[in-house]
């Protein structure tokens, strides 16, 4: 069973920057489509960025457009979300989903593995 595992959540200042990963053991990522979701407390979860396994297109959220990026780091079998310019209202749980569909999801539900999450917590 594919298992996701984040890293790099932690509390930085507005303005500031983190980056976070996705890794797995077994399993080449490259060959799979991968999306970050976040659920902030009293909302609904929401899909923040992918990027497809085909083609590598990817996708943003539009709060996150030009602020946040997703690529892959091939060499550490690993999947990544820059975030620049972080507000107070990217304060939430990230979440790591992976979906056995090479081609670029956006629907929570087309994701078959899921990781436990890290937090991410934007204040001064």
């Known amino acids: 069973q594919l298992q996701p595992v984040e890293s790099g959540g932690g509390l930085v200042q507005p303005g500031g920057s983190l980056r976070l990963s996705c890794t797995t053991s077994g399993f080449n990522l490259d060959y799979y489509t991968v999306g970050w979701f976040r659920q902030a407390p009293g909302k609904e979860r929401e899909l923040v960025s992918a990027?497809?396994?085909?083609?590598?297109?990817?996708h943003h959220e539009n709060s996150v457009a030009g602020r946040f990026i997703i690529g892959r780091d091939n060499a550490k079998n690993a999947v990544y979300l820059q975030m620049n310019n972080l507000r107070p209202e990217d304060t939430a749980v990230y979440y790591c989903?992976?979906?056995?569909?090479?081609?670029?999801?956006?629907?929570?539900?087309?994701?078959?593995?899921w990781g436990q999450g890290t937090q991410v917590t934007v204040s001064s």
């Open positions: 989903a992976v979906s056995d569909l090479t081609i670029l999801v956006t629907s929570d539900s087309l994701y078959h593995y």
């Open positions: 990027i497809s396994s085909s083609d590598n297109l990817t």
